[in-house]
Nanobody, 127 residues
Framework: VQLQASGGGSVQAGGSLRLSCAAFGRAPGTYAVGWFRQTPGSDRKFVAAISWSGSDTYYTDSVKGRFTIIRDNFNNMVYLQMNSLKPEDTAVYFC?????????????????????WGQGTQVTVSS
């Protein structure tokens, strides 16, 4: 599966952005998707994940209540809606796919669980 992330940009604190992750080469609903972010000199950190079925989601604590991960299987897309953005959300954001089906409701949280990665998209939040 090939992934293409888009939607990054520059916003002021309190603003919103919606990141998109388009998937190619694999049927919708047959992989879990995660979003990660990375700042210079740091490892990629988990942000959010959605299960194969789309019925289960999981978020890192710092984004709960502000970010929402959504999958649109009709269009083979996954979105990360980011509201109430903070300067500490500034990073390069990556989407990733896990095609190993542990269960339809599993939400992978570690980078090593994902076998496919899209290119990053920069999100900059100014104070």
């Amino acid at each position: 599966v090939q992934l293409q992330a888009s939607g990054g940009g520059s916003v002021q604190a309190g603003g919103s952005l919606r990141l998109s992750c388009a998937a190619f080469g694999r049927a919708p609903g047959t992989y879990a998707v995660g979003w990660f972010r990375q700042t210079p000199g740091s490892d990629r950190k988990f942000v959010a994940a959605i299960s194969w079925s789309g019925s289960d989601t999981y978020y890192t604590d710092s984004v709960k209540g502000r970010f929402t991960i959504i999958r649109d299987n009709f269009n083979n897309m996954v979105y990360l809606q980011m509201n109430s953005l903070k300067p500490e959300d500034t990073a390069v954001y990556f989407c990733a796919a896990d095609t190993k089906k542990y269960s339809e409701n599993y939400t992978p949280q570690w980078p090593s669980e994902y076998g496919y990665w899209g290119q990053g998209t920069q999100v900059t939040v100014s104070s």
